[in-house]
Nanobody, 122 residues
């Protein structure tokens, strides 16, 4: 069984910082593109940042220079360091992995975590 487990959400005042983590539980052979998405109340889910297995990163314009995504390939963990948080950053943050090859040679695509709430107050 392979699951994505997020942690680190919470409440913070504007200007504060939070660190999100996502760990893949279960045994894997290959994990490719990993990333974070978020969904604010009443809005569609949107891309925040992605990182490849070679650590090439991509960020949404609204988080550039404020958020940093990182990855530990050995532990199958990604982190999202969020700084200078704004009230509009409030939402549920979801971990996503595009493709996972398990030790049983199964290919799992479009994998999502359950989400972690981030609330930024003004």
């Amino acid at each position: 069984q392979v699951e994505l487990v997020e942690s680190g959400g919470g409440s913070v005042q504007a200007g504060g910082s939070l660190r999100l983590s996502c760990a893949i539980s279960g045994r894997t052979l290959e994990v490719n593109l990993m990333g974070w998405y978020r969904q604010a109340p009443g809005k569609q889910r949107e891309l925040v940042a992605t990182i490849t297995s070679s650590r090439s990163t991509n960020y949404a314009d609204f988080v550039k220079d404020r958020f940093t995504i990182s990855r530990d390939n050995a532990k199958n963990i990604i982190n999202l360091e969020m700084r200078s948080l704004k009230p509009e950053d409030t939402g549920v943050y979801y971990c996503h992995v595009d493709r996972i090859r398990t030790v049983r040679m199964s290919i799992l695509t479009n994998n999502w975590g359950r989400g972690t709430q981030v609330t930024v107050s003004s």
